[in-house]
């Protein structure tokens, strides 16, 4: 069943892809996984590497792994659902609700981070100014200076999250669940299933690998993210310390620590797709 | 079969996009019968079986099982099962699992589950296959997987739709031997749906014929083959030459200006009627003794027969015959009295019945066009 590329054409038509990847992602790579392990002298050495492990930047990358966990779970709550009622609308809604969806990707996501901190801003604002409005004695905050509630702390940073990375959960939920075989629902009411149970015991276990594919495609962004921390949150996060030392020269301790940020996205990764085949093939 | 009326079908009408697709329909399903719906692809039988089913509710009329209305009832509380049309098993799940997920659903004790997968599995002749991957059969056990699935959970009544489309004709003729005796094993009702009118006939207690949203004919398969009610069941149901003719007074039929001797009565003298003869009724006979003749304009080898089209002034008849004639030659045609079957007219008189078009192979592509629906 399998088609596999092969013969001499459809290997040419890879070529510019293969090109591209090697001048734009191989080499790079290379270089990274090189100023990781040198010094300023090019000396091989392990200090930057050691130095992720180290309580300030361990510290870091567990904070960026909390918040990015929060906003994968939160976009799965919201997107799993949204992507099912999409996915059984007619045809013609479906599409208008995926442009939609889309509709917020097509701004520069800087720009959309950028917006949102000034919605949080007048969010903020209204809500210190409601909490004016009840007696002192229920308010268990103080109002003066003004606090931030929704901007400038974690909340903020996963709110932002979410908003940047919503729709890279929903759509490849729903692009799984579409393609789901609907005599499969009937087929489970059939045997006595009620909407819960179709969901449970036919939707759910099929549609795992746009599941596992949605949290990818939220998480790694994520935890990575610079500017959101940033702008929404004033939060340095382990993206934030990367930049932060690139634009410091020091070239290497920063290589260091995406070069381990990296590895341990890759384990994770390599580790969800295993579970995601045995959903998939362990009950053969 | 007995007198119980399991399902009961009261003048049930379903439009999809305001296309009528269902036009009033009355039916009565008897326990324990192993009942056919037969029709052209269109004709509403898979509609009304999803009825049955609870998939989609009729916009007027009732649905009754066991003398209760459940019109409002769902799909999932219905004591209904369904062999679906390619099987829809779940992919994800293995044999075992798919047959046991009935049972599952009921929270029915595992050890109770197992006996019973196992019980089911010897019925449907797939002992040993409890770990195998649904994707990894061919369409033979799945479907025998999708027979035991539906009837693990002992249903009143198992619909069938199309179960054997998909399969190729030497394992389709295994698997109507085999569900006619699963039927019969374990007394449970089946409903089938099926354009394939040799499979309704060899399989049935009772065929309903149906054809653009309404129920043309419903009698035993030898009734139905036997007296059609009219061209298109008489056309629908095996090969059938259906003419135009007159019933001058009663057990008379004139038909191509020969006044044959018939057993039909109780039409109005010189009424216009439709007279169906089958291919096989006809018997080939030298010119002189022949009460019409005709010239052969094609034979087809059919193994055991010939299959021969004969021009009688310019209506093309099917005849049957073990005896080779020769494209050309001039025979003549004899009929014998219980080989005429007379109809009234209906919709659809003139519209079936008439070789002049007939092609074998046309014949074959639209079956496989019906198959691929």
Redesign the interface.
Known sequence: MNKTAKGPLSRLLAAPHILWSVLFILIPLAFVAFYAFTDNDLHFTLTHISEFFTPKYLGVFLRSVKLAAIATVICLVIGYPAAYFISRTSPNAQKVLVVLIMLPMWTNFIIRTYALSEVLEVINNAIVYLLSLLPESLVPIALDPKPDIVIYNETAVVVGMVYDFLPYMILPIYSVMSKL?Y??V?????????GF?VLR??VL??SIPGVLSGITMVFVPSISTFYISNQLGGIFLIGDIIDYYYYNNNHHFAAALSFVLMLILLAGLILMNRFGDD???G?? | MNDNVLVRLKGVSKAFDGEPVLRSIDLDIHDKEFVTLLGPSGCGKTTTLRIIGGFVSPDSGDVEFSGQRINDVPAYKRHVNTVFQRYALFPHLNVYENIAFGLKVQKVKKDEIDRRVKEMLELVNLKGFEKRHVGNLSGGQQQRVAIARALINRPKLLLLDEPLGALDLKLRKDMQKELKRIQRETGITFIYVTHDQEEALSMSDTVVVMADGAIQQIGSPTDIYNEPINAFVADFIGESNILDGTMPCDFKAKVAGHVFDCLDSGFAPGEKVDVVIRPEDVDVVDVKNGMLIGTVSGVTFKGDYYEIIVDVQGFKWMLETSDFVAEGQTIGLHIQPDAIHVMKKSEYSGKFGDYSTFSDEMDHLSDVVEEEE
């Open positions: 075989d005599r499969l009937e087929a489970a009411q059939d045997l006595g299933c009620n149970g015991k036919v276990p099929l959903e998939k093939e009950k053969r």
